[in-house]
């Protein structure tokens, strides 16, 4: 089974300032990552996902995650984040084979300040 | 392109009552998600369906739900009776068959109340 920790539920930054949302997971078998954004009162939308090749994986909205298979890890990272950032980020994670089931983490919650 | 849709969008409803949550996928998509979304226990995936048929129905909490997909355009998830603890937000998705890679579409929720 796979499961996935959110290391920080909360995480308030000041406008164009750079950020980064840690997710590690844990698994017994290759996984495919993915991070999803949630906009209050919205569905999820895909951020980006990991599925193979580079570990450098680039997304919407000028967001990036690298993947570290040794660290079994999958930060968001943005240089300079705005206002509209703000939002719930969820990490997940499927195994590479079998059911096609997304586990996600606990979610973090960004919030954007001027 | 329409995106995922469910209705309704808010439900309130007395604890005893029958409830039923309706979602339609994105047409040309193979498989569809049920998730619930609540403060304590985050997302959870209840059930998933391939080409309508439920593949994996482990993550339904109890006899009073059930899902049903009866065409490739139409679910339900269905609480009777329902209980204040199953106040939450439940998202439907969907994604093309193929496999744990494919991009999941979330609709924009059913927010339930039960009093």
């Known amino acids: 089974a796979q499961s996935v920790t959110q290391l920080d539920s909360q995480v308030p930054v000041f406008e164009e300032a750079p950020v980064e949302l840690r997710c590690n997971y844990s698994?017994?078998?290759?996984?495919?990552l993915f991070w999803y954004v949630q906009y209050p009162n919205q569905g999820l939308q895909l951020l980006l996902k990991y599925l193979s090749g580079s570990t450098l994986v680039k997304g919407i909205n000028g967001f990036e995650a690298e993947f570290n298979k040794s660290q079994t890890s999958f930060h968001l990272r943005k240089p300079s984040v705005h206002i509209s950032d703000t939002a719930e980020y969820f990490c997940?994670?499927?195994?590479?084979?079998?059911?096609?089931?997304?586990?996600f983490g606990q979610g973090t919650r960004l919030t954007i300040n001027p | 392109d329409a995106g995922v849709i469910q209705s309704p969008r808010h439900e309130v409803t007395e604890m005893g009552q029958e409830v039923t949550l309706r979602c339609k996928p994105i047409s040309g998509h193979n498989s569809l998600f049920w998730y619930r979304q609540t403060m304590m226990r985050g997302l959870e995936l209840l059930i998933y369906?391939?080409?309508?048929?439920?593949?994996?129905d482990s993550g339904m909490p109890e006899d009073r739900f059930s899902a049903k997909m009866p065409n490739a355009s139409f679910s339900t998830l269905k609480i009777q009776p329902s209980e204040p603890r199953d106040s939450a937000v439940y998202f439907c998705?969907?994604?093309?068959?193929?496999?744990?890679?494919?991009?999941?579409?979330f609709g924009p929720g059913t927010r339930l109340l039960v009093l």
């Open positions: 698994s017994s078998v290759s996984v495919y």
């Open positions: 998705a969907s994604s093309r068959a193929g496999g744990p890679e494919e991009t999941q579409y």
């Open positions: 369906f391939n080409n309508n048929v439920p593949i994996d």
């Open positions: 997940a994670v499927s195994a590479d084979q079998g059911a096609q089931k997304l586990v």
